[in-house]
């Protein structure tokens, strides 16, 4: 008889067997969406310091209650606001340039009112929340505060360095991604930083209130 | 001619799935190359607020994350329906935080330890009292690079209510 040949093996159930992998994995897994704000928190400090003295009119104070209502304090009087409203009164506040002498302010284009911030660095936004304020006004509120900042950021980034052709926003994207070269990122990051010293986010958040 | 009746000539012949493994195995290859395993199984409820002036959190980074949200329908019985903190895979008090971040660190290479950022996966029902405590903790820990992870959107849509 002749030499028997080795049976072939059946592999229809190879699908089945790769099926159960495939949905392990999917069942397992995560595709990485993560992206958000990014924020600096200030350092502790022991609460006996001395406050710091701010001329009024440099706070544009944002206050947030328990049922998630807006109010406002700027140019010396308060006012209940909606949240769409809010990024162009902070533009508004942050664009004022109503400094004298030294404390101009070079590329504000505000209407100068006395009651407001006198230059970039001057102003400071301040945000106060109750403590059951919901988490995505906050959200909400601080999203409207940066895009402010981006705002004036833009502009003056398209202002410096009219020749890259792109904006604050896009640079800090290409400056952040990982595919960029090192040389490019060198130059990327001394312009962010012109920007950034020029516009800089000076952001306070008081001590929540007691409900 | 033999008894027995010729099959068919016109039906269709079957399908070969000969090459159904290979497309599967090219699936699951996409899907363990495109993914990454899941850090923790959430026990609350996380439903991210949205906002559009967002960053990427970039991967490379060490990151540690901080979720918050009422605690899902299953453990409501025991923990209630107030938010609660979610630290690795246990709910947590805020006073705990100081020995995650220093174990997180611990976890960490001398040269990154500076770099770790705190994600807050916060659900959008969540009241600020406690974030405010977590941050303070975090103040407290010297953690100060937080990012509050968002879903991409508009801003304004989660003022609805």
Known sequence: MAKRSAPEVNAGSMADIAFLLLIFFLVTTDIATDSGLNRKLPPWEPPTEEPVVIKQKNIFQITVNKHDQLQIKTRGDDRVVKLSELRAEVVRFLDNGGGQGEDACKYCKGDKHPESSDNFDKAVVSLGNDRLTKYKTYISVQNEVIAAYNELRNREFLRAYPKLGMNFVQANNMYQDPQTDSEEKEKLKEKLQTIKDLIPQIFSEAETKKS | ?161
């Open chain 2, 1 to 161: 001619m033999s008894k027995f009746k010729k099959k068919k000539e016109g039906g269709l012949p079957p399908i070969s799935t000969a090459s159904l493994p290979d497309i599967v195995f090219m699936l699951l290859f996409f899907f363990m190359v495109a993914t990454v395993i899941k850090e923790d199984n959430l026990k609350i409820e996380n439903s991210l607020p949205s906002a559009d002036q967002i960053e990427k959190l970039d991967k490379k980074q060490p990151i540690s994350y901080i979720y918050a949200g009422k605690p899902s329908e299953r453990y409501r019985s025991t923990m209630g329906s107030e938010s609660r903190l979610q630290l690795n895979d246990k709910f947590a008090s805020p006073d705990q935080i100081k020995a995650f971040v220093a174990a997180e660190r611990a976890a960490l290479r001398e040269d990154q330890k500076p770099k770790l950022i705190m994600a807050l996966k916060v659900d959008k029902e969540a009241n600020m009292g406690l974030i405010m405590d977590v941050k303070n903790e975090l103040r407290k820990e010297n953690a100060l690079k937080i990012n509050y992870t968002t879903k991409k959107g508009e801003a304004t849509s989660n003022a609805g209510r």
